[in-house]
């Protein structure tokens, strides 16, 4: 069993930057490969960004790449998502979530095991 609790998010205007964390409980995170993703009023819940349980691999969605940065501490056992040159569009509720490790960089919310309870971000124009 995992716990996630995101922190981190806010109102910030285009053009700047904030970074989300991701803190879980239990002892085995090493072990899960873990996502960001995030819904947007009216929308479906999306894959933003992905990382292997080492940290070694990444994945991002286009929309993201180049502007948005994961990466983890598992000695703290937290994952975080630094967002540069926001977007009005990157206005969202974040998510973060486990899976297997085996499964990194899915980008189906459904292979998915656990999850935060989300944390809000707003970019204004």
């Known amino acids: 069993q995992v716990q996630l609790v995101e922190s981190g998010g806010g109102l910030v205007q285009a053009g700047g930057s904030l970074r989300l964390s991701c803190h879980a409980s239990g002892r085995t995170f090493s072990s899960y490969a873990m996502g960001w993703f995030r819904q947007a009023p009216g929308k479906e819940r999306e894959f933003v960004a992905g990382i292997s349980w080492s940290g070694g691999t990444t994945y991002y969605a286009d929309s993201v790449k180049g502007r948005f940065t994961i990466s983890r501490d598992n000695a703290k056992n937290t994952v975080y998502l630094q967002m540069d040159s926001l977007k009005s569009e990157d206005t969202a509720v974040y998510y973060c979530?486990?899976?297997?490790?085996?499964?990194?960089?899915?980008?189906?919310?459904?292979?998915?095991?656990?999850w935060g309870q989300g944390t809000q971000v707003t970019v204004s124009s």
């Open positions: 979530a486990a899976t297997q490790a085996i499964y990194e960089g899915r980008r189906y919310p459904g292979q998915y095991y656990y």
